[in-house]
């Protein structure tokens, strides 16, 4: 993986979070923004240093919320400006556009990219396929970098990222 790139996981979350952890204890900086709560997701992961802000519009008290794409690219925005090598997991791509709609959230992950991409950063993100049209999902696509897990087409570590 590339410093400076965004990747796409289809269809397991749990991938996501290995390479999302991977990433992390190899010394990357981490912020986990997820659909699950922050306390069962520290508990399964072991992440108990690594921010994990609750992808939902209910606020609870004790954890970090966000909902809107402007909280969501601020949020990052900061991260990223603070990290000196960081790496986001956004686990919630399907909630995003179904609460904000497919075009402000196209525009969203538009305008991250390049702050990924400054700031030599990585974003992570799950995608469950055929969520999506053919377009939407093309379209994503486009934005960032497949990745998969597959120890048929890599030698090492199972990790593989197909060229665009």
Not at 18 to 44: N, W, Y
């Amino acid at each position: 993986m590339e410093f400076g790139s965004q990747y796409l996981v289809k269809n397991d979350l749990e991938k996501a979070f290995k390479v999302f952890i991977d990433k992390i204890l190899s010394g990357a900086d981490g912020l986990c923004i997820t659909r699950e709560h922050p306390a069962k997701v520290k508990r399964r992961y072991g992440l108990e240093s690594t921010p994990v802000v609750w992808l939902t519009a209910e606020r609870t008290e004790g954890h970090q919320t966000v909902d809107s794409l402007i909280d969501l690219s601020i949020l990052i925005g900061d991260f990223l400006h603070r990290a000196k090598r960081g790496v986001v997991l956004l686990d919630g791509f399907e909630y995003l556009i179904t609460n904000h709609g497919f075009n402000p959230f196209i525009k969203f992950l538009q305008f991250i990219r390049s702050r990924f991409e400054r700031s030599n950063s990585i974003l992570i993100a799950p995608l469950l396929e055929g969520t999506l049209d053919m377009k939407e999902e093309r379209l994503i696509e486009r934005e960032m970098r497949p990745l998969t897990m597959s120890n048929e087409l890599s030698g090492k570590s199972g990790l593989t990222v197909l060229a665009k």
